[in-house]
């Protein structure tokens, strides 16, 4: 049982591994957890409830987790942009073709990237902010713990594009067919997803609240461990769609989701009934 | 539930001040810290594990605290917390402005 208050720590955290300060507050919470296991067992709780108390105790830890990560992932970035970047702020590389380019550590603030085939590129660590990649062809491309604020991707080719660990704010995608993209742990509270369609992208562990993804398309999509509140899937088409976590957070979350309308296979409807969710707005999809 | 949420936002709110009285007395770890609040309070605040630690790295960010490792073996190490002089002038400063606005509030409401 003390084994499943291990997982869930690890579930928690696997994101955000690597920095100092993160694997001690992890280290941490889980001696505290185990000794509150212990305490709630020798009260005579069986191992279910003292387990589902010992959860709960946790709040919202993710939110500790995320002040802790975004303090070391800024260090981190600045160091990258003084070793290893260039300038190449407000930059003009529309229409070029750089495939596998290195761009990661760089400065590369309002570049218009538009139509350019960026193919297999990697932008790690860098600021793309207010950049423009409409149009341009991103397969392959790895934009990990990158500044992409305010971004535009209208019509862009989004196949195995990495944007996790990245911030989205404001980021605009439009009329894009999105396929086998990551977006981890990534920001998306006012990320804007306009005539998208979502095939085998991975949202898991981020926070989604609030998103608009009404109407989409979602295929083979993973909502595992996302912070899903007051999203919504208005008139939306689910296939195998992937809402995992047993916390109880997450299921209290999904109850703030709007459903109405959407079109859904048989697999996800079962997984949302499971855990809780009002389905009475939604139609079942013959495969 | 609007009752609910206003009463635990405001004792959110003095969380810092709490975990301070708790170091005034002694060192202690985060677990001894979250069991003190429920015991002393009578179950009536449960403080999350999430807001004590994200309390204890604010207080060690502005120098309210320390911390060094314990010995202890169950459970591994312990991180034990521990008051600063500047995190005593805190905590005595916190406590009279909440005298204070309890008197105030008391003539208020």
Not at chain 1, 111 to 134: E, H, I, K
Not at chain 1, 181 to 189: A, G, H
Not at chain 1, 193 to 213: A, I, K, M
Not at chain 2, 72 to 81: D, P, T
Request: hydrophobic share 35%; glycine share 8%.
């Amino acid at each position: 049982m003390t084994d499943r208050i291990n997982d869930y720590v690890d579930g928690v955290f696997k994101p955000y591994e690597g920095a100092k300060s993160v694997a001690e507050l992890k280290a941490d919470l889980l001696a505290d957890l185990h000794e509150r296991y212990r305490d709630l067992k020798a009260e005579g709780h069986d191992d279910a409830t003292a387990l589902e108390l010992t959860i709960d105790s946790i709040g919202d830890i993710e939110q500790t987790v995320r002040e802790v990560s975004a303090l070391s992932r800024t260090l981190e970035r600045q160091l990258v942009t003084r070793f290893d970047g260039t300038d190449q702020t407000g930059g003009d590389f529309a229409g070029t073709t750089v495939r596998g380019g290195k761009f990661s550590g760089s400065a590369l603030r309002g570049t218009d990237f538009s139509r350019a085939d960026l193919t297999g590129s990697t932008f790690r660590g860098s600021d793309v902010a207010d950049a423009n990649f409409d149009g341009a062809n991103l397969t392959d491309v790895t934009m990990t713990a990158s500044d992409l604020e305010r971004s535009s991707f209208r019509g862009a080719t989004l196949v195995r594009t990495d944007v996790s660990t990245s911030s989205l704010l404001e980021t605009r995608f439009a009329e894009s067919a999105l396929v086998d993209v990551k977006f981890r742990m990534t920001d998306l509270r006012r990320t804007v997803f306009d005539n998208c369609t979502f095939t085998g992208v991975d949202f898991s562990y981020s926070d989604l609240r609030g998103l608009d993804l009404s109407g989409a398309a979602i295929t083979g999509v993973r909502f595992d461990r996302a912070d899903l509140r007051e999203v919504s899937f208005r008139g939306a088409t689910l296939r195998d769609v992937s809402f995992r976590s047993w916390s109880r957070k997450y299921r209290n979350a999904l109850r703030t989701v709007d459903f109405d309308g959407a079109r859904m296979d048989k697999l996800t409807l079962a997984g949302l009934k499971g855990l809780g969710v009002d389905v009475t707005g939604v139609t079942v999809m013959e495969r | 539930m609007s009752t609910s949420k206003v009463t635990s936002d405001l004792l959110r709110g003095n969380t810092d001040t709490m975990v301070l009285k708790l170091l005034s007395e002694s060192d202690r770890y985060g677990y001894e810290i979250v069991k003190l609040i429920a015991e002393r309070s009578q179950g009536a605040y449960e403080l999350k594990e999430a807001t004590m630690y994200s309390s204890v790295r604010r207080l060690e960010a502005d120098g309210d605290i320390t911390w060094y490792w314990g010995d202890e073996s169950q459970g591994g190490r312990r991180k034990y917390f521990r008051i600063t002089d500047k995190g005593r002038a805190t905590y005595a400063r916190n406590k009279s402005n909440w005298e204070y606005a309890k008197r105030v509030l008391d003539t208020l409401l």
